[in-house]
């Protein structure tokens, strides 16, 4: 009698203990989950500053490469360095523009509310370029595909319409005095509205289209003088940039120093006024780097935002490259 009793005693204590392992499992999982949906919750467009770097990188490697097949090449050390070097950078930057790719997919699966947010911060919604801008770099550096090909103008139409139509949205925002009036939403990460329409100039003139070209340079250049403009004369607007941001003052040379390469491929030399633009982004760059305390607070602590610094420094490279090839 007495073991029945002990048996009959044991075995709510066993279905406790299976209870208490199965509600630990769960809350593990649980907070799995929740983990997981605030990394997404944390993720943003921004983080694709990290792809369009790698893509810019990789554009100006094949770009020495091309240049150095030149009798008049200005780096005959790049011949000294292998092939397989190149298309292992352009491997990263793909493989890194398509992580950030899915991540961002999930986000607007699960946190769209967040998305939505970020699309109407001033300085988010800016950075919705930032895709787009690192495909078509990434397209432009590709070892794989030629303008001639079909592929490659059909990625151009994918990844450039996104881009029209944020100009549309963004654009006609402060044309139509929206919600948001350009002198109170301007800082200098509206540059990459600029840049997104002349990286997407220089793709579709190298593939032959000079008249969209001509005309998303156009669109891009009239609104870098109105945003220049603004942000030169320091309305309420440019000071609303965050400290850990103040890298992307980077941005300021980078948009001219595109313009100058979009301006070249439309016209097929590096003519008076790609010079021009050159010499502003040149005086731009100068302006920026003789003041290190711009930069002292935000270089506290490491964040993404550091990757602004790599892009306009690659297209201004660039653009040094083509000025030197022309000068020769």
């Not at 990263?92 to 999930?106: D, P, Q, V």
């Not at 350009?182 to 793709?203: F, K």
């Not at 190298?206 to 942000?231: N, P």
Request: charged fraction near 15%.
């Amino acid at each position: 009698m007495e073991t029945d009793s002990q048996k009959q005693n044991e075995k709510p204590h066993q279905s406790n203990n299976s209870t208490d392992l199965q509600i630990m499992k769960r809350d593990c999982l649980n907070k799995e989950t929740t983990s997981r949906l605030s990394l997404l919750t944390k993720f943003h467009a921004g983080y694709f500053r990290i792809s369009f770097a790698l893509c810019g990188q990789a554009l100006l490697w094949k770009t020495l490469r091309e240049l150095s097949t030149d009798a008049r090449a200005l780096r005959p050390f790049v011949h000294i360095l292998p092939s397989t070097a190149f298309i292992l950078l352009w491997s990263l930057a793909f493989l890194s523009f398509l992580t950030l790719c899915l991540l961002y997919i999930a986000r607007c699966l699960t946190r769209f509310e967040s998305v939505r947010a970020e699309f109407q911060h001033h300085v988010g919604m800016n950075y919705l370029f930032a895709p787009w801008i690192a495909g078509l770099l990434l397209l432009q550096s590709t070892p794989f595909l030629g303008p001639p090909n079909r592929a490659y103008i059909l990625l151009w139409w994918i990844l450039s319409l996104p881009i029209i139509a944020l100009d549309i949205k963004i654009y006609g925002q402060w044309f139509t005095r929206g919600k948001k009036f350009l002198s109170m939403v301007a800082n200098p990460t509206s540059h990459l509205s600029v840049i997104g329409n002349l990286v997407a100039t220089r793709a579709a003139a190298e593939m032959g289209g000079k008249e969209i070209a001509l005309c998303l340079f156009s669109l891009g250049m009239v609104h870098y003088v109105v945003l220049f403009v603004t942000l030169y004369q320091r309305f309420l607007g440019s000071n609303s940039l965050p400290v850990m941001l103040r890298p992307v003052f980077f941005l300021f040379f980078a948009a001219p120093s595109m313009a100058s390469l979009a301006w070249r491929s439309i016209v097929s030399s590096f003519d008076t006024a790609c010079k021009m633009l050159f010499f502003l982004s040149l005086f731009l760059f100068a302006s920026l780097v003789s003041r290190p305390t711009l930069f002292k607070r935000s270089m506290r602590k490491f964040s993404v935002a550091w990757w602004a610094y790599s892009f306009p420094l690659t297209v201004l490279a660039l653009a040094a490259t083509e000025y030197a090839q022309e000068n020769e």
